[in-house]
């Protein structure tokens, strides 16, 4: 397959506090060998997200939603359009906790990542893990966490990697429907004490609209943005309140 190099020139974007310019992504295509031949996963998506907003990615699987985020990271290269996101840190689904290692040591792994002593990480990450909720559980184990304390701590390592830019790939996916909707609320107000630039991928539109300031509908493989919604309410949003329940019926017509 014939790649196109991406150019090397980074695309503007407004500074915003501490010259953070959030996340831009101009018009890019990523294509894949296939057994079959080249497999477009991204073909002209556009995407922005300022600095502090929370942009909500909903689409069907296989547009290229995953690939979107690993270029946000920069752990793939477009082969054609720009890609510029300030330094992201991406949160996959599994929560992928170290089984022989403790919550607050697993959630301190992204300080020892970034050369940090073991005793020093411990002692700044039990800030972090505290307003995550799980004060008492620092000597726990993975299998003895819940599913929804095993997402904080993951959300508690994300966070303390130190990047001004959340990439989240479905990060509560693979819990409970009651579980997903208190770990949602759990999350906007993690964000309003610490805020950051997030990018957040999901297959539910509710959550999308419950969390994110703008949400873009993307469409089937390869994927590009469909329509962008603004969602202009205020935080916390009541799940039946008509403005969310009209956005996220826009979001669902806009699916198809």
Not at 4 to 17: D, F, M, N, T
């Amino acid at each position: 397959m014939v790649r196109i190099e991406a150019p090397v020139e980074e695309p503007r974007a407004r500074e915003g506090p501490g010259g953070q310019r959030g996340v831009v992504v101009e018009a890019v295509t990523r294509a894949f060998d296939g057994r079959d031949g080249p497999v477009v996963a991204l073909e002209g998506m556009s995407l922005r997200a300022a600095p502090g907003e929370v942009v909500g990615v909903v689409g069907p699987s296989g547009c290229g939603k995953s690939t979107l985020l690993e270029l946000v990271c920069r752990l793939q290269r477009p082969d054609a359009g720009r890609v510029y996101a300030d330094p992201a840190v991406l949160m996959p689904q599994r929560d992928l906790l170290l089984p022989w290692c403790s919550a607050l040591d697993n959630a301190a792994l992204a300080l020892r990542a970034r050369g940090v002593g073991r005793q020093e990480a411990r002692s700044r990450a039990r800030g972090t893990f505290a307003a995550a909720g799980l004060e008492g559980f620092e000597r726990a184990l993975p299998h003895e966490l819940s599913g929804g304390m095993r997402q904080r701590v993951a959300f508690a390592r994300t966070l303390l990697a130190g990047k001004p830019v959340l990439a989240l790939d479905e990060p509560f996916g693979a819990l409970d429907a009651l579980t997903r909707e208190r770990m949602q609320d759990w999350l906007a107000a993690a964000l309003a004490r610490e805020p950051r630039t997030v990018v957040l991928v999901t297959h539910d539109v509710e959550e999308a609209v419950v969390l994110a300031d703008r949400v873009v509908v993307m469409s089937p493989r390869p994927g590009r943005a469909l329509t962008t919604l603004e969602v202009p309410l205020p935080r916390p949003r009541n799940r039946t309140d008509a403005r969310v329940v009209k956005i996220r019926a826009a979001a669902r017509e806009a699916l198809g």
